[in-house]
Structure formats: C-alpha cells, structure tokens
C-alpha cells in the first residue's frame, strides 16, 4: 500500500514538473534590438513556428551564445516559473539543440528608433535674472539668441550651467526633443555644450522688473 502510494507520488510529480515544460522552435533575428525591460537593455529577436512579426525576448535563453550577423533556429524548451517577481517574465527558455546558423540579415526586422532630434545654437545670458511666473513663480535666465535684439525670458533652465549673477555669458548649447512630456513640461530640453565666454558687467537694455 505504502508503495503503490509513493509510485503515485512521484507521478504526480513528474506529470506537474513535465506539465510546466515544452520544447519549442524559435527562429532568432541576426541582430539584436534595443528594448526596456527593469532598464534599458538589449533583446534577442524571436520567431516561434508559425509567427509573422518578430518579438522582443526580454530574459535570453539559457546556454545559447549570440553572434551577431548571423540567424539562428534553435530548439529551445520554455519552462513555466512559479510566482514570478512582478517585474519579471513568467517563462524562461533553455537551449535543447541549435537547428541552424546562417550567416545573413533578417528579413521584415522593425525599424529602430530615431535618435533624438538635437540641434546647438548659441546664446547671450544676461548678467541678472528676472522674475517670472511658469507654472509656479520663479527666477529666469534673460537670453538672446543669434541675431535677436530683445532679452526674453527662459523659463526652461540650461543643464551643466552654473550662472553667476553679475557676469553676461555667451553660450553654445544644445537643444533636446522630449517625448511625452508632462502637460505642464517643456517639449524640449537645453544642456550646455561650451562657455564660449564669460565677462563681467552689467548687461544693457534689461527689461524693467514689474512692479
């Protein structure tokens, strides 16, 4: 009885443990795509039978060694992992055989991401700020840009400037699109790229602080 009992046992067990596992056939692209997974990261390309698009494979497989320029087919087992982290995938896959390997370019690849679209001009930073109101009140760098006759306000800041009040600079920046910004954020961002130069005097035609 004791026996017939542990030979159920360890079907059970061996029946759930097989119950969680497959062995599959991916198709893998020649070059891998950038993805963001926990962080920012590079992902293999993958193919299963059957599949038209290609798709991101966030967690690699298991004892496969990538080269890039080359499309692979590979057997691979896709194991189920119980309560997964919520940030994690809730299968991993492990090399079984690799089918093929051929050296070319992968066809129907997605198109990768444009950089972003930058764009660095110079400009004239006063030698005081004014008062100004955003989205809340605040202090802003009074500028002019090439060729501009009037100072006007830039609400937006310049990132790796460190302004000194007293002095009117010339500056080489850079201007950044953002993607999705807040409905109250600027669509671009500006980083300092050079202190061209930087003199100490009191900028002329400043506007008049409001009363």
């Known amino acids: 009885m004791f026996r017939n009992l542990m030979y159920l046992a360890v079907s059970l067990f061996l029946f759930a443990s097989c119950s969680k596992s497959e062995v599959i056939r991916l198709t893998v692209a020649s070059e891998e795509a950038d993805c963001v997974g926990v962080a920012p990261q590079k992902c293999l390309l993958v193919k299963k039978e059957g599949q038209k698009d290609w798709e991101n494979l966030y967690n690699g497989i298991d004892g496969f060694i990538f080269e890039d ?14 309560n997964p982290p919520a940030d994690a995938p809730s299968v991993k896959y492990v090399l079984v055989n690799e089918i093929s390997k051929t050296a070319k370019t992968s066809e129907g690849l997605p198109a ?13 930073v006063a030698s005081q700020q004014a008062d100004c109101t955003g989205v809340a009140p605040q202090k802003c760098f009074l500028v002019k840009k090439d060729g501009q006759k009037d100072w006007e306000f830039w609400y937006s800041g310049i990132e790796g400037f460190s302004y000194e009040a007293g002095n009117e600079y010339v500056l080489e920046i850079k201007e950044e699109k953002i993607d999705n ?3 109250d954020g600027s669509s671009v961002k500006y980083i300092l790229v050079k202190e061209i130069s930087k003199i100490k005097k009191i900028s002329e035609n400043l506007p008049k602080p409001k009363k």
């Open 69 to 82: 320029g080359n499309e692979y087919v590979l057997e691979v087992r896709e194991e189920k992992i119980d």
């Open 112 to 124: 990768k991401a444009e950089a972003p679209v930058t764009q660095t001009f110079q400009v004239i």
């Open 181 to 183: 910004p807040p409905a």
